[in-house]
T-cell receptor, first 115, second 109 residues
């Protein structure tokens, strides 16, 4: 099992550009989520999905879109990049949601810089 | 307001020594409490998950404790190794996960 994979590992964008961060898992997990991690702060939830075809907003969704067409894939789209979106982005998956006893598995992260 | 606070922010100890990291939370309703280890440049990795009925849980040299009455948890690391150098993050689950900012632990030889 590869677990949770993310691409790319690093990305530099100019303000206003768009891009898609890829995330895939091979554990047949229903619950997937995207976080951003900024220095000195806890991880913040951007969007999450409880299954294919179902997505919802987290605490910092503005400027980001997601879709979940398959159980395995959960891409994150930046619509028009801004310097405030400079961060490290993590994708995670688990069998159940936060209230469950299920372990959450994280990808290696994408380090994004917006100039 | 749901909050998770960790202390200390950073800690330096010598290899072979023990240490304890603290987590205080004000989260309701409480489902479970998790400790993660995050190596520099990598994603968090789960160490333990505890419900309110579990007081202690171990994972090798890592032992987490939970006092649901005082809303405090601790992570004790025994006989530290250089590979324990990482950030340790406390996460409390309510209807969503509330993440602490982490404690950065450095083990010196």
């Amino acid at each position: 099992n590869a677990g949770v994979t993310q691409t790319p590992k690093f990305q530099v964008l100019k303000t206003g550009q768009s891009m898609t961060l890829q995330c895939a898992q091979d554990m047949n997990h229903e619950y997937m989520s995207w976080y951003r991690q900024d220095p000195g702060m806890g991880l913040r939830l951007i969007h999450y999905s409880v299954g294919a075809g179902i997505t919802d907003q987290g605490e910092v969704p503005n400027g980001y879109n997601v879709s979940r067409s398959t159980t395995e894939d959960f891409p994150l789209r930046l619509l028009s990049a801004a310097p405030s979106q400079t961060s490290v982005y993590f994708c995670a998956s688990s069998l159940g949601g936060p209230a469950s006893y299920n372990e959450q598995f994280f990808g290696p992260g994408t380090r994004l810089t917006v100039l | 307001k749901n909050q998770v606070e960790q202390s200390p922010q950073s800690l330096i100890i010598l290899e072979g020594k023990n240490c304890t990291l603290q987590c205080n939370y004000t989260v309701s309703p409480f489902s479970n409490l998790r400790w993660y280890k995050q190596d520099t440049g990598r994603g968090p990795v789960s160490l333990t998950i505890m419900t309110f009925s579990e007081n202690t849980k171990s994972n090798g040299r890592y032992t987490a404790t939970l006092d649901a009455d005082t809303k405090q948890s601790s992570l004790h690391i025994t006989a530290s190794q250089l590979s324990d150098s990482a950030s340790y993050i406390c996460v409390v689950s309510a209807e969503k996960l509330i993440w602490g900012a982490g404690t950065k632990l450095i083990i010196k030889p």
